[in-house]
């Protein structure tokens, strides 16, 4: 069983930063994969970032390329979602994932094993 607890969400003006925190408890974290999904209001949840077990790859969606950068401690059993250049259109509740195949980049939400309670993150313009 693996327990994901985020923070670091807020409210902040558009063009500003947050850092996103996802501590996770239980063993063996550096052998999952990592994401970070989000769902706006009225919308349904998009998958944003991920990160593989070792941290040497990611993938990002097109919308945040750029922007936004996931990286991992694993000594530290975090996983982090730095943002920049924020939009309002990234206002959402930011939840994180892990992936017990830890080799995959994988972008489906379902597929993904344990979920965190979720932050929120406030762009306003």
């Known amino acids: 069983q693996v327990q994901l607890v985020e923070s670091g969400g807020g409210l902040v003006q558009a063009g500003g930063s947050l850092r996103l925190s996802c501590a996770a408890s239980g063993r063996a974290f550096s052998s999952y994969a990592m994401g970070w999904f989000r769902r706006a209001p009225g919308k349904e949840r998009e998958f944003v970032a991920c990160?593989?077990?070792?941290?040497?790859?990611?993938s990002y969606a097109d919308s945040v390329k750029g922007r936004f950068t996931i990286s991992r401690d694993n000594a530290k059993t975090t996983v982090y979602l730095q943002m920049n250049s924020l939009k309002p259109e990234d206002t959402a509740v930011y939840y994180c994932?892990?992936?017990?195949?830890?080799?995959?980049?994988?972008?489906?939400?379902?597929?993904?094993?344990?979920w965190g309670q979720g932050t929120q993150v406030t762009v306003s313009s």
């Open positions: 990160i593989s077990q070792s941290g040497g790859r990611t």
């Open positions: 994932a892990a992936d017990l195949m830890g080799w995959a980049l994988r972008r489906k939400d379902s597929e993904y094993n344990y």
